[in-house]
C-alpha cells in the first residue's frame, strides 16, 4: 500500500513537473516580448536624457499653439499605451471594471484622449482651410464709404433729368414704368419702431418734395420754350422791318417801273404767240405771261401818263416792254428777292 502511495505521489510531482513547461511558440513570443522591452527602456532612457524636465519642458519648446497641442496630445498617447503594457504584462485587463480587479481609469483616460484628438483634428482642419483662401479680404465699411465719397452730390434739375432718361429707356425697351420707391430708410425705420405716424409723415413730406421738384423742372422748361418763341418773334419782326425799309428805298416809281416791265413783257409774248409763232416762240411767250401774272399782284399798277394831243403813250411803252427783256427779268427778281424777305 505504501509503496503505491509512494508511487502515486511520484507519478503526480512529475505531471505538476511536465505541467510547468511552456509550449514552444509560448516560449518564442515570451522571449520577442523580453527583447522589446529592452528596446523600449533604452528609447525612454535617451528621451528623458534629452529633456531633462519631462513634457512640460518639450511642450514650450514649440512656439505654435497647434504644433504643441499635437506634442502634448502625442505625449498622452504614449503614455497611456504604456500603462495598458504595463498592465497587461502583469496579467490584468486594463478594461476590467475595478470590482472584478482592473483598472478603473483606464477606459476613461482613454475616452478623454479621444474627445482631445477630435479637437485638435478640427483644429488642424479649420488651419489648413484658413491657409488655402485667398489672403486678401474686402472690407466692407471701407468700399462703401469709398463709394459714397466719389459719387457726386446731383443738384434737383440732374435728378429730374436722370429720372426722366431711365423712364425713356423704359420706354424704347417695352418695359413697365416703375414707381419710385416711398419707403425711405427714415420710414422703414420708424415703422420698425412701431411709430406709424411718425413713418407716414416722413413718406408724405418727401412725396411733398419730389413733386416740388418735378414743377421746378416744369417751369424751367416752360420758361426756356417761352425764351425761344420770344426770340424767333423778335428775329421775324426783324426781317419784316428789312422788308419795309427796302420798299422805302425803292419807292414807289421803282414798283411802277418793275410792274410796267412785267406787263410789257406778257403783251411781247402774247404778240408772239400769233398765227404764225414758232414752237419756241410760243414756249417763251407762256413763260413771259406767267411771269407776268406772278408779278402782277405783288406790284401796284402805275397810272398812265397822259400825251400831248390826249393820247396816251400806251403803244411806246407796249413796244418798249416787249423789246426790254432784261428790265422785265430784273424786276422779276427784284419781286422774288422781296417775296424772300
Do not use: W
Not at 103 to 111: A, C, I, T
Not at 131 to 147: K, M, Q, T
Amino acid at each position: 500500500m505504501a509503496a503505491a502511495v509512494a508511487g502515486a505521489s511520484t507519478a503526480g510531482a512529475g505531471a505538476a513537473a511536465a505541467a510547468l513547461e511552456l509550449p514552444e511558440d509560448v516560449q518564442v513570443q515570451l522571449s520577442t516580448f523580453r527583447q522589446l522591452l529592452g528596446d523600449l527602456k533604452a528609447a525612454l532612457g535617451a528621451a528623458a536624457g534629452a529633456v531633462p524636465g519631462g513634457g512640460a519642458e518639450l511642450a514650450g519648446t514649440v512656439a505654435d499653439p497647434l504644433e504643441r497641442s499635437r506634442l502634448c496630445l502625442a505625449l498622452a498617447k504614449a503614455v497611456n499605451s504604456l500603462h495598458h503594457v504595463y498592465i497587461r504584462a502583469h496579467g490584468r485587463d486594463p478594461f476590467a471594471p475595478a470590482t472584478a480587479g482592473g483598472v478603473s481609469v483606464g477606459r476613461q483616460e482613454l475616452d478623454r484622449i479621444r474627445q482631445y484628438d477630435k479637437k485638435v483634428s478640427r483644429a488642424i482642419a479649420e488651419a489648413e482651410l484658413r491657409g488655402s483662401r485667398p489672403a486678401l479680404e474686402l472690407d466692407v465699411a471701407a468700399a462703401s464709404r469709398f463709394i459714397d465719397a466719389a459719387i457726386p452730390e446731383l443738384s434737383t434739375a440732374q435728378r429730374a433729368a436722370l429720372k426722366r432718361a431711365g423712364q425713356v429707356a423704359n420706354e424704347r425697351r417695352g418695359l413697365p414704368e416703375r414707381k419710385p420707391k416711398k419707403a425711405r430708410a427714415a420710414g422703414a425705420a420708424a415703422g420698425a419702431a412701431g411709430d406709424d405716424k411718425q413713418g407716414k409723415r416722413v413718406e408724405e413730406e418727401q412725396e411733398e418734395q419730389e413733386e416740388a421738384e418735378e414743377e421746378q423742372v416744369q417751369n424751367d422748361e416752360q420758361q426756356q420754350q417761352q425764351q425761344q418763341r420770344q426770340g424767333a418773334a423778335a428775329a421775324d419782326a426783324e426781317g419784316s422791318e428789312g422788308g419795309a425799309e427796302a420798299e422805302e428805298e425803292v419807292g414807289p416809281s421803282g414798283l411802277a417801273a418793275a410792274a410796267a416791265a412785267a406787263a410789257g413783257g406778257s403783251q411781247g409774248a402774247e404778240a408772239a404767240g400769233g398765227p404764225g409763232a414758232t414752237p419756241g416762240a410760243v414756249r417763251r411767250s407762256t413763260r413771259a405771261r406767267s411771269g407776268g401774272a406772278a408779278a402782277a399782284p405783288a406790284a401796284p399798277a402805275a397810272a398812265p401818263t397822259p400825251s400831248k394831243g390826249g393820247k396816251g403813250k400806251g403803244g411806246k411803252g407796249k413796244g418798249a416792254g416787249s423789246g426790254d427783256g432784261g428790265a422785265a427779268a430784273a424786276a422779276e427778281q427784284f419781286l422774288a428777292d422781296f417775296a424772300a424777305k
